[in-house]
Structure formats: C-alpha cells, structure tokens
C-alpha cells in the first residue's frame, strides 16, 4: 500500500462546477500537505500548501486536510478551462522528502 | 521570478550510453530532489541532498545511476549504461524547509 493514495481519475466536469479532488494518507506523522498542479509537458507547480488539520483558502481554491481520517481534498470553485491539469497531492513530516499521489488528471469542459 | 532550470529538456540516446542531466537550483535553497516521473509509477523519488550533502539515495538503481552536487548552483543525475527501462521524464526540484519548487523536467528517450 502507498503511503499517499490518490485516484488517478480522469475526472470530466463542466465548465463553472465545483471540483472536488481528494486523497487519503496513511502515516500518521505527516505534517505538511501540498497540492501541486501539473500541466502537459511541464514540472509540478505548487498550489496550496498546509500545515496539520484546517482549511486553507486562495482564491477559487480550498485545501482542507482531516487528519483524523487521515483525508486531504482541494476544492477547485467556479472551475475553468485553465483548470485542466493533473493535480498531485503530497504530505511530508518536514523539511523531508516528499510523498507523493498517484495524481487526477482534471479536465474542465467549456 | 527565481525558478529551477534544468539541461537538456529531452534527450534521445541509444542503449548502453551515457546521459548526464543537469539542474541549477533556485538561488538560497539548501535541499534539491531529483525525481523519475512515469505513468505507470508517478513521481518516484530517487535522490536528495542538503546542503549539498547526499541524505537519502535509496529510490535510485546504486548499479547504474548516480547523482553529486559539485558545487550550489549544480546538481546532476548520471545515468550510465543507460537502459530502455530508464525512459521516464526526470525532475528537479529546490526547497528551504516543507515546500519544493520543480523544473522543467527533462524528458529522456532510450532507444
């Protein structure tokens, strides 16, 4: 089992939907979580970056991690066509390597 | 904007060569990854440093890879022979604590 668990989709929504990308985690010393976006033929940009449990919002994007349920998701509002990405989740315990989904690749349908 | 270079974007070899990849990391960062990115496994992690120290080279084949750091502002990845297997887009990335800041990659063919 990978420490980081992420369905790889793809996921197909309209244009102006809510999109809801999710994954669950196991090692219950992780820390710090991270969503990177990736587009076509280029490196993984980081998008949101949180620490512990909470919620974290930046513009049209929500981090939120449970780590009760050991749960992290980002919620994309108002999707757009620029959207469409593979979108990576992450976790680490700090100032470490980085553990890695599987990532979702999002398509946003104008 | 400071970002992660890396050299060369893609290269096409044939089996049994030498490839060597290069990464400048982002000026002030003390930690840089390299990573092996496929479809069938995603983003696999194969080596870091920090501060130009090897901390963790366990997800690289020891065999036929290699990765140094000579001086801050370079890092590189050796591949030598290289395999068909060993076809994958490879990654750098720089980072000062939690968070890591990637290049662009470069995509290697192995014929």
């Known amino acids: 089992q990978k420490e980081v668990e992420q369905d790889p989709g793809p996921l197909s929504v309209p244009e102006g939907a809510i999109v809801s990308l999710n994954c669950t985690y196991s090692?219950?010393?992780?820390?710090?979580f991270m969503w990177y976006r990736q587009y076509s033929r280029k490196g993984p940009e980081l998008l949101m970056y949180?620490?512990?449990?909470g919620n974290k919002e930046d513009g049209r994007f929500t981090a939120q991690v449970d780590k009760s349920s050991k749960y992290i998701s980002l919620f994309i509002r108002d999707s757009q066509p620029s959207d469409s990405a593979t979108y990576l989740c992450?976790?680490?315990?700090?100032?470490?390597?980085?553990?890695f989904g599987q990532g979702t690749r999002l398509t946003i349908n104008p | 904007d400071a970002r992660v270079t890396q050299t060369p974007r893609d290269k096409v070899t044939e089996m049994g060569q030498e490839v060597t990849m290069r990464c400048q990391p982002i000026?002030?960062?003390?930690?840089v990854f390299w990573y092996r990115q496929t479809m069938m496994q995603g983003l696999e992690l194969l080596a870091y440093?920090?501060?130009?120290?090897?901390?963790?080279d366990s997800g690289m084949p020891k065999d036929r890879f290699s990765a140094e750091m000579p001086d801050a502002t370079l890092a590189t990845l050796k591949i030598q022979p290289s395999e068909p297997r060993d076809s994958a887009v490879y990654f750098c990335?720089?980072?000062?604590?939690?968070?890591?800041?990637f290049g662009p990659g470069t995509r290697l063919l192995v014929l």
């Open positions: 090692n219950s010393a992780f820390q710090y």
């Open positions: 990335a720089s980072g000062l604590s939690e968070t890591q800041y």
């Open positions: 440093f920090r501060n130009r120290a090897p901390l963790d």
């Open positions: 000026l002030g960062h003390n930690t």
């Open positions: 949180t620490y512990s449990s």
């Open positions: 992450a976790a680490n315990q700090g100032a470490q390597k980085l553990v």
